[in-house]
T-cell receptor, first 112, second 113 residues
Framework: DQQVKQNSPSLSVQEGRISILNCDYT??????FLWYKKYPAEGPTFLIS?????DKNEDGRFTVFLNKSAKHLSLHIVPSQPGDSAVYFC???????????FGKGNQVVVIP | DTGVSQDPRHKITKRGQNVTFRCDPI?????LYWYRQTLGQGPEFLTY????????KSRLLSDRFSAERPKGSFSTLEIQRTEQGDSAMYLC???????????FGPGTRLTVL
């Protein structure tokens, strides 16, 4: 059963515009959420995270929003840059520092 | 380079052969995780260690799979009698106690012919 879901598998965005990636989860026990970026032939790279006690976390161009009542989180990248072209995975865990449940990923293409 | 390393990066084997992968975590990280990723899917949890103790195994981990972390440092993942369905990217990640962000290695791409 897919506990973390990422719809809209691919996204194309113009350089300088905002990229918005969405993620939904079904397990109400999840209390820590992470976003990873993955380039081909490399392992996932940690991007940003958020604890369930917060509803927003910002790090430079990346902001993650968490809506616990809707079991939904989103990643905003602004402004988008060509180097952001990659697959983005949403992940969640129970209790932090524990096994991660991943979504299927979103392919982002930033057009120069 | 002080990141997570995995060896080999690629492995091609024939069905029925045994294969072993190695993961070297970041040195001060006490937890080590193994995941498997197939095409079009996100990584799926297989097993994890805290120091040398294997604390959890996924039901995905059949009895043909075994993992060890003998001295609480590097880890090995062995697959016996490989099947074509074992073809995947095998990822290792490590994390320091009290932190939440797992750091991944580059993965080992397994192809079973």
């Amino acid at each position: 059963d897919q506990q973390v879901k990422q719809n809209s598998p691919s996204l194309s965005v113009q350089e300088g515009r905002i990229s918005i990636l969405n993620c939904d989860y079904t397990n109400s026990m999840f209390d820590y959420f992470l976003w990873y970026k993955k380039y081909p032939a490399e392992g996932p790279t940690f991007l940003i995270s958020i604890s369930s006690i917060k509803d927003k976390n910002e790090d430079g161009r990346f902001t993650v929003f968490l809506n616990k009542s809707a079991k939904h989180l989103s990643l905003h990248i602004v402004p988008s840059q060509p180097g952001d072209s990659a697959v983005y995975f949403c992940a969640a865990s129970v209790g932090g520092n524990n096994r991660l449940a991943f979504g299927k990923g979103n392919q982002v293409v930033v057009i120069p | 380079d002080t990141g997570v390393s995995q060896d080999p990066r690629h492995k091609i084997t024939k069905r029925g052969q045994n294969v072993t992968f190695r993961c070297d975590p970041i040195s001060e990280h006490n937890r080590l995780y193994w995941y498997r990723q197939t095409l079009g899917q996100g990584p799926e949890f297989l097993t994890y260690f805290q120091n040398e103790a294997q604390l959890e195994k996924s039901r995905l981990l059949s009895d043909r799979f075994s993992a060890e972390r003998p001295k609480g440092s590097f880890s090995t993942l062995e697959i016996q009698r490989t099947e074509q369905g074992d073809s995947a990217m095998y990822l290792c990640a490590s994390v320091m106690a009290l932190y939440n962000e797992q750091f991944f290695g580059p993965g080992t791409r397994l192809t079973v012919l």
